[in-house]
């Protein structure tokens, strides 16, 4: 038993995952609307022969390896790509690819601009190869095929559709992401906080409108604002510990229609970062008692209104896993694995394993050469290489399983 | 020659004159389109045998009552409607008014919200009393029918139309306006400052856009923004010497479009008043100065522009014309004549005679019996009373007229 | 009867007069320790022939002339200097006068930079003209000689000693000052608000001490106090109507020991000032609603405190007393009578003739020929021009009075 | 030759060490003013035999142990006490201990209240111990027992006084400092950052002076101020990267003497706070930035003036010695040896190997065994447990140099 025969199919492989990111690349599907996508996984899964496959809400596919006794171990790919035009001028871009937005109703360009294509195909391969060498291993494997991560709504779909009572419960939930900020081909982990606590928060200031000479019979709102948005830079300069970070933008702000007219209302939307459970519960509590304050202050006929949205989690790798995961990376990599830094962006990965109360970790895989020029994600021109980053992915996976299901991890 | 004789149809003239009155209010038009208007009090002074009657610009005209030797008076009555819709209740309310708004082309209500219908029957009486009465007075009378009082552009067109030249220089130069703030039927003067000078200024604040989670990436520009507009507060508090009457009103601002983006810029809307030239140039002054600064304090990649629009000048009555005009009102009209204080709004009416370089003073005329509960100017429910409104304004045009005009005032 | 028999010896007293001014000029004694003050004009009187002279508190005066039926007219005249050294270059200027204050125990310069030094002799000398001249008018005269004008407290101590009790209730009060604001020589007076209601407010923030470094274990009152001083500014700017005349002032600000320790508290001292009684109240209300929702938005572990102190009433003249002494002084003076705008300064003569419950008026009179360049009250350099000042303050009271005391005013 | 062998003698001398760490706990001497610590630092070596014994400034003292060919070590214990009252309950408290502070010309309470006494005993201990087993290693070993580290100018009085010319120059420059926040007997290091830079500023706001009610006649240094303290917390929140650590503290506002004047200027005491030289340049970049901005915004007649002072420089450790000496520390202390997370003070102690242009680590020595608990570095309570702190911090010493002198660690 061993990770080397279980990747043992990996070069004779490549062609064909090559083959299938390129068709996943060109054609991307917006959050929770990726039906051609989650029906190809299937496919591909059944006609690697494997048969328990199963759908969890519209678009999640879940497929299911037992392999005697041992334990569960479960990897989460991301599917979904964004409402945007790629600019990669790679020859496999998703040039003029469009889709219907459900909710708005409007044609909109999409790309797979996160990379989610490299998770699908990674999570894909890895799978069969574990498939294809039972022997190697024992335990049960699943893989997650989670649709909506850039809503932050697909994993609560799932949970929704019942994950939790249609597989079994696993003992270690992992994830990975390609990444612009790591060497190419290396993979990263952190014990800890790993990705931010993020929130959205639209607020509306209830003054009282008025001619704009006469701004006694009225409350003014953009006074009140600039007061709230001016009072709210204290809480991460004052109240938030420095070593600590945070952070509170006011994204967009508006109020009235005309120079002369005081308006009635001023609406602020706030976006808040953290990494540490406190730290955000504290942001949110500061802006509410901030944004209160200033109202009373302001005379306010009613009391302002807060409405959250766009929420994620913290995403902490906990401890022991994260360990066996890095001593299994560093064994397998050597200098290719390496320590990751917190990174300011957010995922609602945790919310699986946190609805099945098992522990979980998450590592960073490095997907361009040319790393220190690469693009962020979510940019036009953002387009891992194709290898060695297709096939790290899938190495990747199964060394990182291997802790829980390989006896002889060489 | 007497005041009593001008005045002597008044009462027969009365009906034909609020039937004239609820035609001009059922048929209102916008700013600088009022060519049904124009024609139709062209056609009213032709019809009473005016000869003398010239358009200046397209929709102003002008008619002059040439009567010997004496001094030249002339009065100005503003003729244009408002945006809105009349919601007066009146059983010749401009239900349903609307009109092409020539600017946009789009449809829009239209009412005489502001009373200036009450002006042009109002000086079209006096007009044809004059005319009727030649032997009562001698010199010169010129009615000037002023379009476009409501966008500051209509006494400009009507100096750009060459208004200098084509009529006798006045001695005097005099406006009225029906308002809610005097007791019905009286007339109110002052000397000194009447109606603000005003301004519209908007100002484009140039941030850095980045991601909300990365502030030190770029420039907030509604951090910025909340900044101006906290500072522009001591202006007023802190630069005004106490004593006098300012406003600086920011009546919008708008900047971003999403909680997590930081955008590239703030649009702020300014509206400024004040009741002396010194005063308005030390407002207009610290505002740039302020914005300016703070666009350096948070390191602008570009500095701050500002438009301004909708100016309008300060009104201010001359002692001289404004102390015989008060006298002639007291001999005339005894208690029905009031003193007058400043009004926080703002009119174009000085800029004609300013060209002219002749001197000017404006009156008010109460339009309400009920005038502690009168809508304001620009309410959808401003609609004086027909009499004695009517009545007093076509009284107050001759005696205010009279010193320059008429031996004999009783 | 007539005012030209009362001050039939205005010229041969003039020496006289100008000899005691130069006296209590040379001899100031600080706000109630005006113990040789009050001794002198005692002594004047009674020297003068006035026999009903009382003390009313420690240093009041009183000096009581009945002479028959008609009203009581009471006037006051003001005697405290102020602790500081004069500068004026004047042969009587009061060098190196210095007094102990009883109150700190310290040696301090003593000045009669506000001029009521002038009150007391103009006040003297009119009162031995009614005196010496009790045939040409009828009625009652009090001249109250008030301590203590300057610290808020005089007028105070003289209603607490019982001046309602002992003195005659007057019919009206009156009340003159020596301004640099006014031509040399004339008497100024308006109806309504003359001084305004001032009010001084100690407000003390308490915040949480820290380390500097860990600003998030404290609360800090130094960013909180700047919130507060920058959100009281929109108080005269956005909650008091643009054409009231109202300031806010923050003062004095301090707080904190050295750079790297966050202090505990901060302390604010605040003035108001305002020309009618609402508008002060507003004043008051609106900074206690802001600086308690500041220290809210602070999150501070105590509510804030306020102390209120050094309060001047509203000197706002009652309309009908005011006519008549304007109408006495234009037939008196001609152009000499002038109309003067409000002083942004305070006053606490109102309380006396508000303990009385009668009307009273108070005018100003110009003390300097080259007034345009007139040092202000409070100024090192103040030193009224010895006449026609101090002729002319004796006239006015005189002829202020007349209305009520004299049959035949010419 | 070993590390064993060099601590051979630490148990027999623990009497004698913790004798001489009383003697100097009980006798503490504020900074550059150590002249009996630094006699006594003297008179130990020397009575050990140590011959190479000089002062480097007036109480800066270095012995050299010259041993042969190798590498030169330095290692520096700060030697001044603190300006406070010892509270700390031991029978070896410093218990009524004064001193006249030289600057001021006051009797001061002086205490060691930040553990300097530890760093002198264990120096001298560690000297002592090589010099007695030159055997064991070989090289140059520099002991250096620096003044003035409290006050930020003992290392730049060392550096002035010529250190880098007469001593060796050093291949690596050590240092330690007990501390409450590690374990006791715990030593724990770090690469880069360790002890922030730190640096004060006093910023001199120039207004212009008026009377409280006629504010537009001055320039409110109070209004000013507030604008300032506010505008600064948007460096912390928005200019400075997230994840960055970065401090600005407004320690100190003070300005005015009265409710009632507007003072002329108001003056402000920073202090400033950074893991990284180019945080520290941007954040003090900033504040100049922002408080000239708002000094052109408030109109000021002057610019604001700038005074640095109590500069300490960013204490960050080197890779190569740092790596070098965790390795020992690991290897000899096995779990005894912790990792360290930066520390928000500061130090002078890299001044020195900065003046030599060699590279420095630094570790911190846990003292209290009840550490959850320990008072923190310059509370009156601090007092390390006497064991293991002496002992450890001994052997510390001598485990982080081996590296360097001593060719078997055993």
Redesign the interface.
Known sequence: MSIKKILSGLASSRDSREALYKHFHRHPELSLQEHATAARIEEELRSGGIDEVLRVGATGVVAILRNGDGPVVAMRGDIDALPMAERSGKDYAAVGATQTDEASGRETPVAHTCGHDVHIVCLLDATKALHAHRDAWSGTFVAVFQPGEENAAGAKAMVAAGIVDKVPKPDVYLGQHVLGSLPGGAVGIRSGPLF?A?A???ITLHGKGS??????LGV?P??L???????L???????????E???????????????????DS?IL???T?AFDRDVERHLHE?IE??V???C????CPRPPEFRYY?RYPLTSNHDAPTARVRAAFQDWFGDGAVDM??V??SEDFSIIPDAFGCPYTYWGLGGFADWKNAPGNHSPFFAPDLQPTLDRGVEAIVVAASPWLVADRQ
Chains 1, 2, 3, 4 share one sequence.
Not at 233 to 242: D, F, K, L, M, S
Request: hydrophobic share 40%; glycine share 8%.
């Open positions: 931010s993020a959205s928060i639209e001619h704009g000479s006469m701004p006694n003014d953009i006074v604002g600039a007061a709230v948005v001016t009072r830079q204290t809480i991460v300069a004052r109240e938030v510990a420095p070593k970070t945070a952070v509170v933008t006011v994204g967009s702000f508006h109020a009235g229609t005309k120079s002369n007219i005081i308006p001023a939307q706030l976006n970062r500061a008692r901030i209160r304050a200033e009373e202050a302001a005379r766009d830094g917190p300011p962006a």
